[in-house]
């Protein structure tokens, strides 16, 4: 007869008898999932910058109305020198500063060519870059509109050729980054409750004796293993399910694809998730180093899973070591299926490795797992 039932009733009954603990399961993903994603904001706007316009020009005055009125900056204030504006970035008070030289509507009109001086706060890298790029775009944009100018004006009969671009993006309309975060965010708590809490378990019975008794017991090494897997597990989804209700009403993210292949990947992440958890319980001979070996893996899950930088621009040795963890596989599924509505044959490959994931690490757990009396 198997003693599994009765491993999963005690297995409840010692998770409902600390209802505070139970509580922080279900409440704190919630809460952080709901946090998160607006603190986690990647849209650069705001960007602050200094202006030194030493032309003081109808044309210079339209460039900066031009720069205002694509809402992605605001001007600090205008200095007199470059000097002054590159103070502003020292004492934090810009990001950017745009120097319009002496002459600048003379030479636009009369050469048709103007320099004009840009520099960026680069401490926040990305910040400096997309600023950048913005800047240089609605630069551009006025350079087109005063050729068209000097081309009327001139009364040119010969048109030049444009070519109009006209795009759209996919999946992900406005572009908004919480599209991209949120599925990525969810990964993670689900990742980081999972991990710590069965990382904790079984040196939990070591700390307060219990494990003796259990050993002595007729119990199996895989239903010991599989006892205290399930019961978590089920928590697990209901924590996954709380999170997917939370992207639907808070930020109006559906799955855009099947939401039972969604829950499939959840489940058998799950157990390979919880499977490491036990591995490390089963490495560890108390709670203080299970919860630091846990903390160590989980801040390379976090780093390295594809959630704020892009694996395919890391150096090789870091995206082989991203492409080897399952959080790295079940992000790029849950964004596969929730924005782009991808069906199994999308995503089969990452399927087989998390199921080989789990198999391995719950293999291993179970044959580390040393019942001695």
Known sequence: MSVLPFILQKEFRQIFRDKTILAMMFALPVIQLIILPLAMNFDVKNVNIAVVDHDHSSYSQKLITKILSSGYFKITGSALSYDKA?????????????????????????????????????????????GNAYLNSIIKDFNESIDLNVQVRGGSSVSAATIDITYSNWFNPRAESKYYLVPGILVLLLTMIGGFITALNIVKEKETGTIEQINVTPIRKWEFIAGKLIPFWIIGMIVFTLGVIVCRVVYGIFPEGSVALLYLFA??????????????????????????????????????SGLFTSVESMPLWASTISKLTPITHFIRVVRMIILKGSGLADVKAELLYIIGFAVVLNAWAIWNYRKTT
């Not at 970035?89 to 009109?109: K, T």
């Not at 919880?274 to 976090?302: E, K, R, W, Y």
């Open 267 to 304: 489940a058998i992440y799950l157990v390979a998730l919880l499977g490491f958890g036990l591995l490390i319980s089963t490495f560890c001979d108390n709670q203080i180093q299970a919860m630091f070996v846990a903390f160590f893996f989980m801040m390379i899950f976090m780093l390295m």
């Open 86 to 130: 590159l103070q502003r970035i020292e004492e934090d008070q810009a990001d950017l500063v745009l120097e319009i030289p002496p002459g600048f509507e003379r030479n636009l009109i009369r050469e048709g060519t103007q320099k004009i001086g840009l520099s960026a706060d680069a401490i926040n890298g990305t910040k400096a870059f997309i």
